[in-house]
């Protein structure tokens, strides 16, 4: 009875054992199966942040790109508005130049004309002189 006691203790102690590490074994894959499904979920998570942390990224580079594009545009409607004002004054100075030179010149032909008129009026002054003393 004893032994038979004993065989039914060894028997329950082995099938303890075995169904212990079955247990264990079905534990180590169940941890196994855990960890992949946690890795690829981190893999999944830290692709969404890189493509998120790359879409901003791309986001502020072209709002920089924005505000450059504005700055130069300012910067060239300034450039534009600064030589026009420079050219109408170099415009208006040319202007005032040459019409002085024209005033000028208008006055030199003024005054050779009348001195021409006086030397022509002398002339024909002494010619009727002349004549009258003839007569």
């Known amino acids: 009875h004893e032994r038979e006691h004993d065989r ?5 102690a082995a ?3 075995e169904e212990m590490e079955k247990l264990r074994a079905e534990l180590k894959k169940e941890q196994r199966h855990l960890l992949d499904e946690l890795q ?4 999944a998570t830290h692709r969404a942040e ?3 942390a790359q ?6 580079h072209s709002l ?3 505000a450059l594009r504005l700055t130069l545009n300012n910067m060239h409607t300034s450039q534009l508005e600064l030589t026009q004002s420079n050219l109408r004054k170099e415009k208006e100075t040319a202007l005032m130049e040459l019409r002085e030179m024209l005033n000028d010149k208008r006055a030199q032909e003024v005054a050779i004309l009348q001195s021409r008129h006086q030397l022509e ?3 024909i ?6 004549e009258k003393e003839d007569l």
Do not use: D
């Open 8 to 12: 039914e203790i060894s028997e329950l």
């Open 50 to 52: 890189h493509e998120q």
């Open 40 to 43: 690829q979920q981190m893999a």
């Open 15 to 17: 099938k303890h054992a």
């Open 125 to 130: 002054k002494e010619q009727c002189l002349q």
């Open 55 to 60: 879409l901003q990224s791309q986001t502020l």
């Open 64 to 66: 920089e790109l924005e």
């Open 121 to 123: 009026w002398e002339k």
